[in-house]
């Protein structure tokens, strides 16, 4: 697989991501207090991961195309620790 095609295909499940965090932001702003409390650290914490995943894709992206292979390990771990958190918070958000 091209750099381009994993950078476009990473993109794509942020954006993704991006939608399901912004319907529990929407559902966190309509909760009872301490609902809302619960809410909004697990999304703060899902904020931050996501902003380093996209840091991480954008180093990737930005990168030459020999340098993105050795990026690609630390892309990967961070949207793994994207993907855990979103399936966490699915599973409390339900």
Known sequence: MSRDVYVEKLKAQIDKWNARIDEW????????ADTQLIYDRQLAELRRKR?????????MQSSSEQAWEDLKEG???AFADLKAGIDEAASRFK
């Open 51 to 59: 902003d380093h995943a996209q840091q991480k894709l954008d180093e």
């Open 25 to 32: 932001e929407a559902d966190a702003r309509n909760a009872q």
């Open 75 to 77: 892309v990967a771990s």
